[in-house]
């Protein structure tokens, strides 16, 4: 047998070792730091003032449709709610960098990106409460709805990405999952499918910490959730989750690189959301401490892109007043048009499954038409 010319240095049997160099790979990306002073001006996006405000305004927005949501849901009046407080900049942020023809494949927790999207926000009010209109979407709309299942969109998201790619298409497929969706098997498959076809997807972990109240250290012995890229062989990054700027750059690279021919990359964001996982009794104060939840309080996305544009002469209190008072108004009025959509019967659910009905399916919608008196 012919003799290896190079021998493998010892070395790489220091699994330490190795693993401290996976760790220096992924360093996580900031631009702003807490106090919303320019850490890394490398990195800074050539956004204008106006896109600057505006982002920061659809994050405002955010946190009073997260905060008009939980006021709801304690009502009785939604039907599934996931908290999005606190994870503003992760998903505003990156929405930003995504354009009106790309494909949204979100997760529970990403309706904000889907009504920027284009989702009207009474539909996204009906679907929580799981009408049959709330699935009912614009024509113009590129999206899927919200998915349930923890990590299936992934697939989906790289297939419709291998769809754009052979089609030729300057647009990506985008897709969020958690910390724990990243367990997942469907999340291996997406990713692995995004390399070796070089997919034009974009793939996202909004790591917030907690997979209900699973911590993340005990969810995968991975030193990070970006490294997962380095098995599928496409480029993971780790960046501040809390740094809309930070988020915003890193997904405009992503996307320009998998628009170009390059396949797919994975984005980790550092984040937190600030309040409970669902609101079907779950109760963060079980699993989580005072002082961690304070320590992430202080990391407030909004309180930093607050004060950046502060500093710029961009914004100031009676800004802010105006705009989240006529965000309320705007929330409140997409509720009531909700509350006037007509009942939801089993024949409407029935009859909007499959374009044209099987005679099984048929024979069933008649006989709730006949018991709905219709
Ligand atoms: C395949 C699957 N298993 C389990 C569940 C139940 N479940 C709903 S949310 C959730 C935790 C998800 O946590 P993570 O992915 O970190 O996202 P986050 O809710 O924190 O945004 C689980 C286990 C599910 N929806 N789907």
């Known amino acids: 047998m012919a003799k290896n010319k190079k021998s493998v240095k010892k070395s790489v049997l220091d699994f330490e070792l190795h693993l401290k160099s996976v760790v220096k790979n992924y360093e996580m990306v900031q631009i702003l730091d807490e106090e919303g002073k320019v850490v890394n001006a490398d990195l800074l996006p050539d956004l204008s003032d106006e896109t600057l405000v505006k982002l920061f305004e659809d994050m405002l927005w955010s946190r009073a449709l997260n905060d008009r949501s939980t006021i709801l849901a304690r009502q009785g009046r939604l039907g599934f709610f996931g908290p999005t407080a606190g994870q503003e900049a992760s998903q505003i942020g990156s929405y930003y960098a995504l354009d009106k023809e790309d494909i949204l494949f979100p997760g529970y927790r990403d309706i904000p990106q889907l009504v920027l999207h284009g989702l009207p926000l009474d539909k996204a009010f009906l679907w929580s409460r799981g009408h049959v209109l709330g ?99 496409i ?48 109760d963060p104060k079980r699993y989580r401490t005072q002082a961690d939840m304070d320590a992430w309080d202080k990391k407030d996305p909004l309180i930093r892109m607050r ?3 502060t ?50 399916t048929q024979e069933q919608i008649d006989k709730y038409k006949e018991k709905e008196g219709n």
């Open 135 to 233: 699935n009912d979407y614009p024509e113009s709309l590129k999206a899927m709805p919200p998915q349930i299942i923890i990590g299936a969109q992934y697939i989906q998201a790289a297939g419709a990405g291998l769809g754009l790619k052979k089609r030729g298409k300057k647009q990506v497929s985008f897709t969020y999952t958690g910390d724990g969706g990243s367990s997942q098997g469907d999340f291996y498959e997406g990713i692995n499918t995004g390399g070796a076809f070089k997919v034009n997807t974009v793939f996202f972990i909004q790591n917030n910490g907690y997979a209900i109240s699973t911590p993340r250290h005990k969810q995968t012995a991975a030193v990070t959730l970006a490294q997962k890229a380095a098995a599928a062989g």
């Open 235 to 282: 480029p993971g990054i780790q960046v501040d989750g809390m740094d809309a700027l930070a988020v915003y750059t890193v997904a405009k690279a992503a996307r320009d690189w998998a628009v170009a021919g390059n396949g797919p990359v994975l984005i980790e964001t550092i984040t937190s959301r600030f309040g409970a996982h669902s609101m079907s009794g779950d």
């Open 307 to 309: 004060k950046f544009l």
């Open 311 to 360: 500093e710029k002469g961009l914004w100031d209190e009676a800004k802010e007043e105006a705009v989240v008072a006529r965000f309320d108004e705007e929330i409140q009025a997409a509720v009531a048009q909700a509350d006037a959509a007509p009942k939801q019967k089993v024949s409407h659910m029935l009859e909007t499954m499959f374009e044209t009905a099987d005679p099984i």
